[in-house]
């Protein structure tokens, strides 16, 4: 009766499976034992029963979202009777692994792996999709909501309040697209003595030039958010526009009108043949001197160039003198009484066209 009290208090414990094998490999000589002696069949029934429950016990760990619900020694024959057991209740997105009806091992552990399906809400492609899903990876999850990823697309997720997550789907999209812009053509002016002064004339019309531009254009749901230049070239080089300016200017003087490009301000001096200043008849040039004849600097006004010089009239550069330099005129007239007259004064000499 002592051995028959002591084995059916140990029938409640919760046995590993290397204790289970040690207890039966000598309850069941025990038992044998015990009849052969003479025991009651009481007992020796009762000691096969025990046997019995601990041959067949189970080992369950339970595991839920990665955490350990709970350690059962069971009777339990399938994954579903032991997750009864451990009183998890699944719901009907929830996964499970093993699956319910798969029957439980009795030699080795059995490791149950419950995974809870949380709320999710899905926006892409302007449309909201909510519901229920147990999957590990976001692409999983957008799977199970028909929402499919390209490469270059973009997935942010929120945790909510209530232990689910809001999923936004971010379209990316890239081109390369051409720009062309004009390069501005500059305006050059360059004098003319064509033209009179004031009066300006197109000698060659501008053509801007042209630049070839590649840009990378990115795109999230459609909207420009980056634009970055990857190459530009010259493709046409501009044309500078020319414009002429008029430097010839006109001067009436006694009915007469003159065309003249330059306009000096020079100290006259007036000289004569035979007024003793004057060492010949002829100019250093080899003309006559006489009136209309001016000596002048050659690096001022060069020798030959047509002149109108204010209070003389008309005159050519053709002559020189030693005292003639600068800014300095000497004008020829026929007699001393007359280059007297004229005297010393300031005038303006136009250089005549």
Do not use: C
């Not at 024959?77 to 032991?82: G, I, K, P």
């Not at 840009?215 to 010259?234: F, K, Q, S």
């Not at 160039?305 to 300095?328: E, F, M, Q, S, W």
């Amino acid at each position: 009766m002592r051995y028959s009290a002591m084995l059916r208090g140990r029938e409640s414990m919760a046995l590993e499976p290397l204790a289970r094998r040690a207890l039966r490999n000598w309850a069941r000589p025990l038992v044998i034992a015990l009849s052969l002696l003479g025991v009651a069949s009481g007992a020796v029934a009762a000691g096969n029963r025990l046997v019995t429950a601990m041959v067949h016990r189970r080992s369950v760990r339970v595991m839920v979202d990665g955490q350990v619900h709970a350690s059962l020694s069971t009777r339990a024959r399938t994954v579903a009777e032991a997750l009864a057991e451990a009183g998890v209740t699944l719901g009907p997105e929830d996964q499970v692994q093993p699956t319910p009806e798969q029957p439980l091992a009795d030699k080795a552990e059995n490791v149950v792996r419950v995974r809870r399906a949380r709320p999710w809400r899905v926006e892409a492609d302007g449309a909201v999709r909510e519901g229920l899903s147990a999957a590990t990876g976001v692409t999983e999850v957008l799977q199970a909501f028909g929402v499919t990823l390209d490469e270059d697309d973009r997935v942010q997720v929120q945790p909510r309040p209530d232990g689910g997550f809001t999923a936004r789907v971010i379209r990316v999209r890239e081109e390369v697209v051409t720009e062309t812009e004009e390069i501005p053509f500059e305006t050059l002016r360059r004098p003319s003595d064509q033209l009179e002064v004031g009066q300006v004339r197109e000698v060659r019309a501008g053509v801007p030039g042209l630049l070839e531009r590649k840009v990378r254009l990115v795109y999230e749901n459609g909207e420009l958010v980056a634009r970055e230049v990857i190459g530009e070239a010259v493709v046409r080089e501009p044309v500078d526009r020319i414009l002429a300016y008029g430097t010839v200017g006109t001067v009436a003087r006694g009915g007469q009108v003159y065309r003249y490009r330059k306009v000096l301000e020079m100290r006259a001096t007036a000289y004569a043949p035979g007024d003793g200043n004057t060492p010949g008849q002829y100019t250093a040039t080899g003309v006559l001197a006489r009136k209309g004849v001016a000596a002048v600097d050659p690096r001022v006004i060069p020798l030959g160039t047509r002149l109108y010089v204010d209070g003389y009239g008309p005159a050519i550069a053709a002559d020189t003198g030693g005292a003639v330099k600068g800014n300095r005129i000497d004008l020829a007239f026929d007699t001393p009484e007359e280059a007297r007259a004229f005297g010393v004064r300031t005038v303006k000499v136009y250089i005549l066209e």
